[in-house]
C-alpha cells in the first residue's frame, strides 16, 4: 500500500495524542469527579459529529535515530462539531498535560479556535480547565529571559464577542487568562464544588497575608453574585445541557436570525390565573416569575444571572416559537429597586439583546433606584444611567407590560419613550415621578396640621389621589398606549414577536 509507513506513524501519533497526559494523570483527573477533555468534547457535541483539528500538534520524543518513541499532545484540542444540529467550535483545555497552562498548548491552537468561530460564523464553546496563563515562574530560567507580557489571539476574542455567540463552561479551578476566558463570553457557568475562578489562585494570595482554601477564594457562589459568571450548576453534565439551551435562543452569528421553534402552544392562550396574580392590596407580594411562565411558550423560559442584581430577572423565552429576550422587575427582592449590580445587569443582557437582534420584552414593577447610604457608595445613579442610556440606544424591537409599579427615573428606563413600542399596562398599574405612600405626608403637611382630625383628612386625601394614580387616567391622554385584561398579555406579546419578525426579515 501507497505510503504506508507515514500512515502506520500518523495512526501512531494519534494514539499517543489520545492518551492525553498520560494513564497516571487521566485516572487523576477522574478521581476528582471530572471528565477529561476529550469525554467533555464528545459530550458537549452532538453524537459522533466532532471533527478535531490538530490532533497531531504537540511535543514529540525521538531516538537517537530521529525516530519517534514518545509524544506530548497540546493540552488544548479544538474543532468542529455539531450542536443542537447546529455547526460549532467547541475548544477544550486538557489538563492532565501541565495543568493546561498555555505554555503547553502551542498557542497558535487557542487562537485558530477563536478565529474560526469569527470567520466562518460559528458560535463557539470554550471547555476552560486550567489556569491558561504562563505557567510556572521557573519556566523563565529554561527561557533565558523574560518578556512583556502580551496576549496572542485575543484580537479574536474581542471579534467573537461582536459576531458570534460564545459561551464559556468553566469545568475546574481556572486563573489568570483561563480566568479571563471565561469571563469574555455572553454565557458563563460554573460547576459548583468543581469550579474556581481566580484572578491568582490561594498560593498567591497568601503572599498579601490572606490564607483562603479555593472554595473560599473563588468559589461558584462567589461568582455567581458577584456577576462574573451568569450560571451555577450542580454537574458537568449540567453544564453541557445549559449551553446548548442557552444557543438555542440564538442565531447562528450576528445579523441572522433566530430560529423559530414549531409549538402547541397557542396564540390565543389565556391563563384565567393572571387575573389573581398580582395582589389588588399593594402592600402584598406576588411572584413574577409565575407570570412570565404563563404568558411565555409554556416550558420555554430559559434564565441566566438569577443570582446576581436580583431586583431584575434576565431570561430567554419563545412566544409563538420566536426567542425574545425578557426584562422583568422581581419585587420579592428590595421591592424591586434597582441596586448599583441590578443596573449593571441590565446593562448587559440589553447589550446582549441588541448584538443578536433579538426582541426585548419587559415586564415593570420598578419603585425605582435603591436609597440611602449604601447605594450611593455603590455609585448607583452611574450604573443606572448606563442602563439607561443602554436602552434609549437599543435599536430592537421592544414591548413592555406594567405590571404595578413604575416610578422616577429607573421607572422611565422601562423602554425608550421616543420609539414606536408596544407599551401596555395592567389594571395594576401604578406610577409618577415619586410613590405617592410616604410622600402625601410631605406635601400635604401645613394642611394636615391646620386640621381638625388630620387622620380623617389625611384618609380623605388619599381616597382623592387614588382616583388620580388610575392607570385609566393616564390611558385617557394617551400617555399609556391600553390598560389590559392580564389575560390578553399572551395574545398581545404573541402578536409583537411576529410583527418583530416581519420587521426584521
Not at 207 to 223: F, S
Amino acid at each position: 500500500m501507497a505510503w504506508k509507513k507515514k500512515l502506520a506513524e500518523k495512526k501512531k501519533r494519534e494514539r499517543l495524542a489520545e492518551r492525553m497526559g498520560g494513564a497516571d494523570k487521566v485516572a487523576r483527573q477522574h478521581s476528582r469527579g471530572k471528565l477529561d477533555v476529550r469525554a467533555r468534547v464528545h459530550k458537549m457535541a452532538d453524537p459522533g459529529s466532532f471533527r478535531e483539528i490538530g490532533k497531531l500538534a504537540g511535543k514529540g520524543h525521538y531516538d537517537a535515530e530521529g525516530e519517534l518513541e514518545d509524544f506530548t499532545p497540546a493540552n488544548m484540542i479544538f474543532g468542529k462539531a455539531e450542536v443542537n444540529g447546529r455547526p460549532t467550535v467547541i475548544v477544550g483545555d486538557d489538563f492532565t498535560v501541565r495543568g493546561g497552562a498555555a505554555d503547553a498548548a502551542i498557542w497558535r491552537k487557542g487562537m485558530m479556535a477563536e478565529q474560526m468561530a469569527h470567520e466562518y460564523k460559528l458560535p463557539l464553546i470554550r471547555l476552560i480547565d486550567g489556569t491558561g496563563g504562563g505557567g510556572s515562574v521557573k519556566s523563565l530560567e529554561d527561557m533565558g529571559l523574560t518578556y512583556v507580557p502580551y496576549l496572542p489571539g485575543w484580537e479574536h476574542v474581542v471579534k467573537n464577542l461582536e459576531s458570534v455567540p460564545v459561551v464559556s463552561l468553566a469545568l475546574g479551578s481556572v486563573a489568570g487568562l483561563g480566568a479571563a476566558r471565561v469571563v469574555a463570553s455572553h454565557y458563563s457557568v460554573m460547576v459548583k464544588g468543581m469550579s474556581h475562578m481566580f484572578t491568582a489562585g490561594p498560593a498567591v494570595v497568601a503572599a498579601i497575608g490572606e490564607t483562603l482554601d479555593k472554595e473560599q477564594l473563588g468559589g461558584a457562589d462567589i461568582h455567581a453574585r458577584n456577576g462574573a459568571v451568569d450560571d451555577v450548576v450542580d454537574s458537568e453534565e449540567a453544564a453541557f445541557e445549559a449551553a446548548r439551551t442557552f444557543l438555542s435562543y440564538l442565531p447562528q452569528a450576528v445579523g441572522m436570525k433566530a430560529e423559530r421553534l414549531e409549538t402547541t402552544d397557542g396564540i390565543e392562550r389565556r391563563d384565567e390565573s393572571l387575573l389573581k396574580a398580582v395582589p389588588e392590596d399593594r402592600q402584598k407580594a406576588y411572584s413574577m416569575r409565575a407570570i412570565l411562565k404563563s404568558v411565555v411558550d409554556k416550558g420555554s423560559l430559559f434564565e441566566m444571572g438569577r443570582f446576581w442584581g436580583q431586583a431584575t430577572i434576565t431570561a430567554f423565552a419563545r412566544l409563538d416559537g420566536w426567542p425574545v429576550a425578557v426584562l422583568a422587575s422581581d419585587p420579592s427582592f428590595l421591592g424591586g429597586s434597582w441596586t448599583a449590580d441590578t443596573a449593571r445587569k441590565v446593562e448587559r443582557f440589553v447589550k446582549l439583546a441588541n448584538t443578536f437582534g433579538l426582541p426585548v420584552v419587559h415586564f415593570v414593577d420598578n419603585p425605582g433606584f435603591m436609597i440611602g447610604l449604601e447605594a450611593e457608595k455603590a455609585a448607583t445613579i452611574r450604573f443606572g444611567v448606563d442602563a439607561l442610556n443602554g436602552i434609549y440606544t437599543s435599536k430592537v424591537p421592544w414591548a413592555t407590560v406594567i405590571i404595578r409599579k413604575a416610578y422616577g427615573v429607573a421607572g422611565a428606563a422601562m423602554s425608550d419613550h421616543t420609539r414606536f413600542q408596544y407599551r401596555f399596562a395592567w389594571p395594576s398599574g401604578d406610577w409618577g415621578s415619586l410613590p405617592l405612600e410616604g410622600g402625601i405626608e410631605v406635601a400635604y403637611k401645613a394642611e394636615l396640621e391646620a386640621s381638625d382630625d388630620p387622620e380623617a383628612h389625611l384618609a380623605d386625601i388619599k381616597a382623592r389621589l387614588d382616583k388620580v394614580r388610575s392607570p385609566f387616567r393616564t390611558a385617557e391622554a394617551f400617555m399609556i398606549e391600553d390598560v389590559i385584561d392580564p389575560r390578553e398579555t399572551r395574545p398581545l406579546l404573541c402578536e409583537f414577536t411576529n410583527l418583530a419578525q416581519s420587521k426584521s426579515s
